[in-house]
């Protein structure tokens, strides 16, 4: 397999500050940075809310995630780097909010940061900035500021973003893809002639984003229609990760085509015969059985009928 991305999309390279180059806050107990993480958001400990509020820690969890207040978090790092002036405008988008719910707000401050810095050295600053945080909601935020940054092309806004697809956080690995779907749809021709490269990345995480940006209706996003339509195209991605070793990878792929077979069952039953006659790999069959799982259900339930 092919190691590190096309020269197009290769990796920024990491702030100084990146997590996995800071050590641990001496003020932070190992306990903390040892938790599991709670089984329900009412159950998050106040000093683990206080210490994910203040940006010292990350998220372990949904739950966590869920609970961190995102706007506490972001007035101590704009004050913290000089954004003071964002505060106002900050409170006004998150109390303008229908549904405040987490990914909103964190699209919202995402949004505000694309604007206020709009191109060139302030906005590469603000992006690295965010991008080295310790809080992997203030890196989530940068995926927004890149995927909603008006003056990025798609080649830049993607190859922005695979740092986070990289990242150790799934939270923040998964806001990568979120961040820039709208960008991929728009543009779907040429995002998957770039997403074809980046399927065949050394890191199976960024791997795994080329499949996950591009599922044809995904989870707690909008649908690419055109891919419901005729998922072909996006074989220039799947054909590469048919037989990923990893698998997050494979899960990712046959969640794709499970996405397909709902609108196009025929093309979905005749792509995984002819991936089981030429890849006849235990990673191929998982793929395969992952993919089909809604037809055989459906199967199974009208041959029970």
């Not at 020269?7 to 001496?26: E, G």
């Not at 003071?84 to 995402?110: F, H, Q």
Request: glycine share 8%; charged share 25%; aromatic share 6%.
């Amino acid at each position: 397999m092919k190691t590190g991305g096309p020269r197009a999309l290769k990796h920024p390279p990491t702030s100084p500050r990146s997590p996995d180059r800071v050590p641990a806050l001496p003020s932070v107990p190992p306990g903390i940075l040892n938790r599991k993480g709670s089984r329900d958001t009412a159950g998050v400990p106040r000093e683990v809310r206080a210490m994910l509020d203040a940006g010292l820690i990350e998220t372990v969890n949904l739950c966590e995630w869920l609970v961190v207040d995102q706007g506490r978090l972001a007035e101590r790092v704009f004050r913290e780097h000089g954004w003071a002036a964002l505060v106002g405008p900050l409170r006004e988008e998150l109390a303008a909010l229908d549904t405040p719910t987490a990914p909103k707000r964190l699209a919202a401050i995402g949004r505000l940061l694309a604007t206020a810095f709009p191109d060139g050295p302030r906005f590469e600053t603000v992006y690295g900035t965010l991008l080295g945080h310790r809080s992997d909601v203030v890196r989530s935020w940068s995926g927004y500021m890149v995927g909603l940054a008006a003056g990025l092309s798609l080649e830049e806004k993607l190859r922005r973003v695979l740092p986070l697809a990289a990242d150790a956080n799934m939270a923040v690995r998964e806001t990568a893809w979120f961040a820039v779907r709208e960008a991929v749809a728009a543009e779907l021709p040429k995002a998957l002639r770039l997403l074809a490269k980046v399927a065949l990345d050394g890191d199976a995480n960024v791997r795994r984003f080329a499949s996950e940006v591009t599922r044809p209706r995904g989870v707690w996003c909008r649908h690419i229609q055109a891919l419901k339509d005729d998922p072909s195209p996006g074989l220039v991605v799947l054909e590469p990760l048919r037989s990923d070793p990893s698998k997050y990878v494979r899960d990712s792929v046959g969640n794709w085509l499970n996405d397909a077979g709902k609108s196009r069952r025929e093309w979905l039953l005749g792509l995984c015969a002819r991936w089981e006659k030429e890849s006849p790999t235990p990673e191929t069959g998982h793929i395969v059985r992952r993919g089909l799982r809604t037809i055989r259900k459906a199967e199974a339930a009208g041959s029970a009928g």
